[in-house]
């Protein structure tokens, strides 16, 4: 069964420090999101993405923050200047597109993102 | 008021029982409805999506839906201890697009006792 996979697992970075997470969506799947979710707290939007420009963005995707899709297959979040509040677990999911497609969420395993 | 609430729990249930998760939304423009489960540590599973007033069902899972009261909920016939997890509702405003976020509640935590 198809599934989106992210790299690293976890990452661990000083504060201010460049860190890139990275995700593979499912391959037939057109629209793509990150989402994060702060220890003990609700999963929340972040950005999502369609032909190659963003969506939509929340207020918590700011100027440090950017998303791209280098390849056909990669899809990547930056985050150019961490800080501590940035510690989360990094969530990437993709839906479906086109005639007949579902546009449920499938999401993938994380990246444990820890500002130290 | 929050936009998708849900009671935190956790919801304690014999193994074999019914276990009934709510869950209330504040955006009437929300067109569609899911729950995933989500095992500590791990990523949201999707369990079950509905989009039309009234009950869905799927294996041991049953979702139901009512947009006049802003309401959906999900029942889980036999319980297992394997479906000890905290369970997300989340929303969505459209429908046939993947343009719009899904937006969660906090979910409710279910404990399922051997």
């Known amino acids: 069964e198809p599934e989106v996979t992210q790299t690293p697992s976890h990452q661990v970075t000083q504060m201010g420090q460049e860190v890139i997470l990275r995700c593979v969506p499912i391959s037939n799947h057109l629209y793509f999101y990150w989402y994060r979710q702060i220890l003990g707290q609700k999963v929340e939007f972040l950005v999502s993405?369609?032909?190659?420009?963003?969506?939509?963005k929340s207020e918590i995707f700011d100027d440090q923050f950017s998303v791209e899709r280098p390849d056909g297959s990669n899809f990547t979040l930056k985050i150019r200047s961490t800080k501590l509040e940035d510690s989360a677990m990094y969530f990437c999911?993709?839906?479906?597109?086109?005639?007949?497609?579902?546009?449920?969420?499938?999401f993938g395993p994380g990246t444990r993102l820890t500002v130290t | 008021q929050k936009e998708v609430e849900q009671n935190s729990g956790p919801l304690s249930v014999p193994e074999g029982a019914i276990a009934s998760l709510n869950c209330t939304y504040s955006?009437?423009?929300?067109?569609?409805f899911f729950w995933y489960r989500q095992y500590s540590g791990k990523s949201p599973e999707l369990i079950m999506s509905?989009?039309?007033?009234g009950d869905k069902e799927d294996g041991r899972f049953t979702a139901q839906l009512n947009k006049a009261s802003q309401y959906v909920s999900l029942l889980i016939r036999d319980s297992q201890p394997s479906d000890s997890a905290t369970y997300l509702c989340?929303?969505?405003?459209?429908?046939?697009?993947?343009?719009?976020?899904?937006?969660f509640g906090t979910g409710t935590r279910l404990l399922v006792s051997p």
């Open positions: 993405f369609y032909n190659n420009e963003i969506s939509e």
């Open positions: 955006d009437r423009g929300s067109q569609s």
């Open positions: 989340a929303v969505k405003r459209g429908v046939n697009t993947g343009f719009q976020k899904l937006v």
């Open positions: 999911a993709s839906s479906g597109g086109g005639r007949g497609a579902s546009y449920e969420q499938y």
């Open positions: 509905i989009y039309s007033n």
